[in-house]
């Protein structure tokens, strides 16, 4: 058996099962504090540090995009890498404006 103090107060964990039933009750309420706290942080910026942080966060994502390009054609040059990353996002573009998202129907069932 195994202590863990936790936000009630302390708990015994009887079992590895026990632990990972309990973690999976937790990680919503912990997801939706972390939510609730960025939302917080984000409302406290100033509109220079929003639109800085959006910058980052593109060129973040664009790198994390260019990389999984670069894992799915290994052999492929940087301007090969970047010609499907444009590709991809010009067809995202195509998507958003003919109103297909990722949670919605297909768009020719």
């Known amino acids: 058996m195994h202590s863990r103090n936790c936000a009630g107060g302390s708990i015994t964990i ?4 026990v ?7 937790e990680i919503p309420a912990l997801a939706g504090a972390i939510y609730r706290e960025k939302v ?7 509109i220079e540090q929003r639109l800085l942080a959006g910058s980052e966060l593109f060129v973040y994502a664009t790198s ?5 390009i670069q894992h799915q054609h290994p052999t ?5 890498v970047r010609a499907e990353l444009r ?3 010009q067809l995202s ?3 958003d404006y003919l109103g297909y998202s990722p949670s919605s129907e297909p768009l020719n069932p």
Not at 76 to 80: D, K, M, N, V
């Open 14 to 17: 009887v079992s590895k099962k």
């Open 19 to 25: 632990a990972i039933e309990m973690m999976d009750e």
């Open 40 to 46: 917080r942080r984000a409302r406290l910026q100033s």
């Open 64 to 68: 994390i995009a260019r990389a999984g």
């Open 76 to 80: 492929w040059t940087p301007e090969q």
């Open 87 to 89: 590709r991809r996002m």
């Open 93 to 95: 573009k195509r998507l």
